[in-house]
């Protein structure tokens, strides 16, 4: 499985449809196998969605994000983990023990919906890091 983390240094980026990079984890049963940054290349939603479809993402965890930046995204089957927060190492871990729901994670002032696409109840739970 591959998450994405769209990142600016060592924090989540604040807005994903500008972002201007990704940090891939690829992760096994075992935990986490290899980590590298991916360039994003345009800021079109569907030729984004593309790009994250032709790098074999599963999840998206990101800052805010435009509807139909999400829907574009969603509808390659990758599930999204908007209005995200925080210090990169943070985040994952959080990632890990399904911790994201929590109101540190959360952007002030956005309202979270559509967390996960068309899943959106239990937060992190869909995904969970085993390892």
Same mark, same amino acid.
């Given at each position: #499985?591959k %998450?994405a983390?769209?990142?600016?240094? /060592?924090?989540?980026s604040t807005?994903? /449809? ?5 940090? %891939?984890?690829?992760?096994? *049963? ?5 980590r590298?940054?991916?360039?994003l290349?345009?800021? /079109?939603?569907? @030729?984004? +969605? ?5 790098? =074999? ?5 990101c800052g805010?994000?435009? #509807?139909p #930046?999400?829907?574009s ?7 999204v ?5 925080g210090k990169?190492? /943070?985040?994952i871990? +959080? !990632?890990r !023990? =399904?911790? $994201? *729901?929590? +109101?540190v994670? +959360? $952007?002030?002032g956005? @309202? @979270?919906?559509?967390?996960?696409g068309? @899943?959106? &109840?239990?937060r992190?739970a869909?995904? &969970?890091?085993r390892?």
């Amino acid at each position: #499985m591959k %998450v994405a983390l769209s990142v600016f240094k /060592d924090s989540i980026s604040t807005v994903f /449809d500008v972002s201007q990079q990704l940090l %891939v984890l690829e992760i096994n *049963g075992a935990g986490e196998q290899k980590r590298t940054m991916v360039k994003l290349e345009t800021i /079109d939603p569907i @030729r984004r +969605a593309s790009q994250l479809s032709e790098e =074999g993402i599963n999840v998206l965890i990101c800052g805010a994000i435009s #509807m139909p #930046m999400q829907a574009s995204v969603s509808a390659r089957n990758i599930l999204v983990y908007p209005f995200v927060r925080g210090k990169v190492e /943070d985040v994952i871990s +959080a !990632y890990r !023990y =399904g911790k $994201l *729901g929590q +109101a540190v994670y +959360a $952007l002030p002032g956005c @309202r @979270r919906r559509g967390y996960g696409g068309s @899943r959106g &109840r239990n937060r992190g739970a869909h995904h &969970r890091w085993r390892g």
